[in-house]
């Protein structure tokens, strides 16, 4: 787990660009224009920078082959919380990348950002990320009905997150 550099751009670009990721994505437009990954790694590390998100590239300890990216996607400093994203390469997908990253992080927003609250959210069909999520701790708090509206679809959205005393007692 690692800061971006530029010269990640076209690997980076291999993955967002594929349909798999953005289907189940809140936000990633599709089809993503290469153009925009030179401007996101520039994006994310001003964030990172100015502590407004964290956000991180997976990358194979041997082989530097691009796994996904995990973060805090944003940062509150009004409200202290931060809220998770990641995606994963499908031929990574089950394999425990995207929790063991989403751990890390969890135990980096609270230990070393001081954190209150870390929270996420996925679509109701996205029955993986939930998982993940709920694997590294986090609790439904609900479900938003039509919440977001992806390609023509009204999608119900699961709430889910971890506050700093629940993930002290989790730890015990
Ligand atoms: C969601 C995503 C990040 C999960 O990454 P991953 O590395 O495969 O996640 P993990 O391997 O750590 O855990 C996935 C868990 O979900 C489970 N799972 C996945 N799909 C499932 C399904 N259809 N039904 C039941 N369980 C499922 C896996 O079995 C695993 O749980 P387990 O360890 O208890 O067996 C990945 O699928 C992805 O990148 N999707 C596209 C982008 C996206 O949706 N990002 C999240 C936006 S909120």
Redesign the pocket.
């Known amino acids: 787990m690692r800061r971006y550099k530029e010269e990640d751009a076209e690997s980076i670009f291999q993955v967002v660009s594929q349909h ?2 953005a ?4 936000k990633l437009p599709h089809p993503y224009p290469r153009q925009t990954v030179d401007w996101w790694i520039n994006f994310v590390n001003e964030n990172f920078d100015n502590g407004l998100a964290y956000e991180f590239g997976l990358f194979k300890k041997n082989t530097n082959d691009y796994i ?1 990216n995990c973060g805090l996607v944003s940062v509150s400093k009004e409200h202290n919380n931060g809220e998770l ?4 390469q ?1 031929d ?9 990253a989403c751990q890390a992080l969890i135990e980096f927003g609270f230990n070393g950002l001081g954190l209150e609250r870390i929270h ?4 109701a069909k ?4 939930k ?2 999520m709920e ?1 590294s701790g986090l609790m439904v708090e609900g479900l938003a009905k039509h919440e977001v509206l992806k390609w023509g679809i009204y999608e119900d959205i699961w709430h889910l997150g971890l506050v700093r005393s629940e993930w002290l007692n989790r730890k015990t």
């Open positions: 798999e990721i289907e189940t994505t809140i996904g994203g990641f995606f994963i499908p990574y997908w089950n394999t425990g990348f995207a929790t063991e996420g959210r996925c679509m996205n029955i993986g990320s998982r993940v694997k």
